[in-house]
């Protein structure tokens, strides 16, 4: 049997034809050719802010396959930023130019915003939030808290005024910012409740081209996205039970039994193989349960020469 790496995109290190630029992000590598961004899903897996020192074998084709889906689903609310497909681990679109701010919308009261209510605050990036909230509770209307983009580090909450104030987005682009967020987590989560979910909490990035507002980056994932099975949720809300999630959750949680969290001097564990196979399994469930639809393995035989090919192809021959 083929080996776990060796049936997983840990980086690429492509040269395209007019290629002028090239970043490395957690889990994505992104190459710059004339006006167009093509963004290659490594197989790369992050907790804690940590990349893991082993690979998740199919884990980019998931998360690029259901960003895919949910991109085309979308686009006649707020045009996005993807041209093509050319290879299962491979978008390739617009180079737009990044508002330095992430739209996060919030439907139910968890993560860091059950953290800030818990110690007290009852405002969360200028937003109020109403007295007498449980954990996991649904707020009256989804609340947007806006973060910041940060080259290093952590991003971090900011207020509408404050983006406005600083410059970061202008108030116009912003209001429409605005608009097109609450259109599309509405979207997302009435798909959600056709597969027996809940979209709890997400994430959309826009920028402009050719002065026009583009959704750019992956949306609705696991991994920038916060999903409850709607099955039961009623009844552990009401038992103050913690919710059954759709998301790589199960990862963090193993890490913390193994001591983990991503803390000074704590040592990486590191992830055996049976654990790898289960993770990756794990992903196509999310995939087929989020989209509905079957998942289809990719070749791994030669994984990097096959989306090299597959983008080469592409740019001789763009459809």
């Not at 093509?38 to 197989?43: E, K, L, T, W």
Request: aromatic share 10%.
């Amino acid at each position: 049997m083929i080996s776990i790496e060796k049936r997983s995109v840990i980086e690429s290190n492509f040269q395209f034809p007019g290629q002028t630029n090239f970043y490395r992000g957690k889990v994505r590598d992104v190459y710059t050719v004339g006006e167009q961004l093509i963004m290659v899903a490594s197989d790369r897996i992050s907790a804690f802010d940590h990349i893991l020192p082993r690979p998740i074998p199919y884990k980019g084709q998931v998360l690029n396959q259901i960003a895919q889906h949910f991109l085309a689903a979308t686009q006649d609310i707020v045009p996005n930023w993807v041209r093509a497909h050319p290879d299962p681990n491979v978008t390739l679109g617009r180079a737009c130019s990044p508002f330095k701010i992430e739209m996060v919308i919030r439907g139910y009261l968890v993560g860091h915003a059950w953290r800030e209510y818990a110690a007290g605050k009852r405002q969360l990036c200028g937003v109020p939030m109403p007295e007498g909230l449980r954990e996991s509770e649904a707020f009256p209307q989804p609340i947007i808290t806006p973060a910041t983009k940060a080259e290093e580090g952590h991003d971090e909450d900011i207020s509408r005024e404050d983006i406005i104030a600083r410059g970061l987005v202008s108030e116009a682009h912003y209001t429409q910012l605005e608009a097109y967020t609450r259109a599309l987590f509405a979207r997302g989560s009435a798909m959600a409740a056709e597969r027996g979910l809940i979209l709890v909490d997400t994430k959309y990035e826009f920028g402009m081209y050719d002065g026009i507002i583009y959704l750019i980056d992956e949306i609705h994932t696991p991994d920038s996205s916060r999903y409850f099975y709607r099955e039961g949720y009623a009844e552990r809300l009401a038992r103050g039970e913690r919710q059954k999630h759709l998301s790589k959750e199960f990862v963090r949680e193993w890490l913390i039994s193994q001591g983990f969290q991503g803390l000074d001097g704590q040592v990486m564990p590191t992830m055996p193989d049976a654990f790898v196979e289960s993770v990756s399994e794990r992903y196509i469930e999310l995939f087929e349960q989020i989209t509905g639809g079957p998942f289809v393995r990719a070749e791994v035989g030669d994984l990097l020469g096959r989306i090299e090919q597959n983008v080469l192809n592409y740019l001789a021959n763009p459809a």
